[in-house]
């Protein structure tokens, strides 16, 4: 029986590699990747049991895709936008799909509404727009005009309770995008 916490790493996919890195590395097109381990964490009221985590490292990678695909710059409709991150958020989940982490994924489901919930306050870029839109969505007066004329920034403005109110969970949900939480349920 082992004790502490340890982990043990799995290989869990072989994945093609570019050519370079495979040069570099030694190997011939495919090398062993490490997407999750299994640690040794305590239960509550038990003995220790093996928990199933998602590395940092790929979690980074994740973070570092779902940023490219929603970088401000790139000119498209939220419903592409949302389209095109929902295909990668599902393939993502699907090979992490036996990790069982769900606050990380819950994190991760928070993290992105918030994104895109910036991203839309970046495309209406003025601030009667804003406040019409704030008020379309049906935010009262006082606040859509409190949030419109704030000096804050996007990041910031997107975690306000104007555009939580106006761009609530369901909304996303309503445009197609896949949540990690549910999906790690379903």
């Not at 072989?14 to 570099?24: D, I, N």
């Not at 998602?54 to 498209?76: D, F, W, Y």
Request: glycine letters at 8%; aromatic letters at 6%.
């Amino acid at each position: 029986m082992r004790t502490g916490r340890q982990n043990i790493q799995l290989e869990l996919a072989l994945e093609p590699t570019v050519k370079g890195e495979a040069r570099s590395a030694g190997r011939q097109g495919t090398e062993a990747r490490v997407a999750c381990a299994e640690s040794e964490r305590p239960a509550a009221g038990q003995g220790p049991s093996m928990e199933a985590v998602i590395q940092p490292g790929n979690l980074r990678k994740a973070l570092a895709r779902v940023r490219e695909l929603t970088r401000c710059t790139k000119s498209v409709s939220l419903a592409h936008l949302v389209a095109e991150l929902s295909r990668y958020l599902i393939g993502w989940r699907g090979y992490f799909g036996f990790c069982e982490t769900p606050s990380v994924l819950s994190r991760l489901d928070q993290w992105i509404r918030r994104r895109l919930r910036a991203i839309v306050w970046r495309q209406w870029k003025r601030g009667r727009t804003r406040f019409a839109a704030l008020r379309r969505l049906g935010v009262n007066k006082h606040l859509a005009a409190k949030t419109a004329g704030s000096a804050r920034g996007p990041w910031r403005l997107s975690n306000s309770p104007a555009l939580s109110y106006a761009l609530p969970n369901a909304f996303f949900i309503r445009l197609g995008l896949a949540t990690l939480a549910s999906l790690a349920t379903a």
